[in-house]
C-alpha cells in the first residue's frame, strides 16, 4: 500500500494532468468557437451580401415601375386631351352649315336694321364669340396668297394686273379649330 506522501503526489499528479487536458480541452474549444464564429460571420456576410443585391434590384424594380406609371399617365392625358380636341373638331364642324346660313340671313339686302336682321346678328355674335373661345378660326383667303394647306381653288382667272396665285374672291369660309384645318376656303385664284 502506498504511503500518504506517494497517495497525495499521485493525486497532484492526475490532478495536473487533468488540468493539461482541461486546458487542451479548452484551447481545442476556443479554436473551434472561433472557426465557428468565423464560418458564422462569412455566412451572415454572404446572407447580407445577397439581401442587399435583393434589395437594389427591388429599388430598380420600383424605379422602374413608377417611371412607366408616369409614362402611362402622361399618354393616358395626351390622349385624352386629342380626344376632347378631335370631339370639339367635329361638333365645330357640324355647326358650319349652321354659321354659313346665318352669314346668308346677315347677307340679305334691305333686311338691315330690322328686328329679325338684329336678332339673327346678335344671335350669330354669341355663336362665333363661343366657338371662337373653343379655339375656332377663320382662314384668311382674300388678297391672300393660294396655300392648298388652307384653300381649294374651284376657279381660276387670268389677270394681268394681279401676281400669280393671288386669291381674287372667296366663295365660302374656311375655318381651323385650334390650329388645325376643319374646312378649306373655297376660292378663286389668278392664274397668269
Do not use: C, W
Amino acid at each position: 500500500m502506498a504511503t500518504p506522501e506517494e497517495t497525495k503526489e499521485t493525486m497532484q499528479t492526475e490532478t495536473t494532468s487533468d488540468n493539461e487536458v482541461k486546458e487542451t480541452v479548452e484551447e481545442t474549444t476556443t479554436e473551434t468557437a472561433v472557426e465557428n464564429d468565423e464560418a458564422t460571420f462569412d455566412t451572415i456576410k454572404k446572407e447580407l451580401e445577397a439581401q442587399k443585391k435583393l434589395l437594389q434590384q427591388s429599388e430598380d424594380h420600383y424605379k422602374r415601375l413608377q417611371a412607366d406609371f408616369a409614362n402611362f399617365r402622361r399618354r393616358n392625358e395626351k390622349e385624352r386631351e386629342e380626344l376632347s380636341s378631335v370631339v370639339l373638331q367635329g361638333l365645330i364642324k357640324d355647326l358650319l352649315p349652321i354659321i354659313d346660313n346665318f352669314e346668308r340671313a346677315l347677307a340679305v339686302e334691305g333686311a338691315a336694321g330690322t328686328p329679325l336682321h338684329d336678332g339673327i346678328s346678335m344671335v350669330y355674335n354669341q355663336l362665333m364669340e363661343s366657338l371662337k373661345k373653343n379655339g375656332l378660326e377663320v382662314i384668311k383667303a382674300a388678297g391672300e396668297k393660294f396655300d392648298p394647306n388652307f384653300h381649294q381653288a374651284v376657279m381660276r382667272i387670268q389677270d394681268p394686273e394681279k401676281e400669280d396665285d393671288t386669291i381674287e374672291e372667296e366663295f365660302q369660309k374656311g375655318y381651323m379649330v385650334q390650329g388645325r384645318v376643319i374646312r378649306p376656303s373655297m376660292v378663286k385664284v389668278v392664274a397668269n
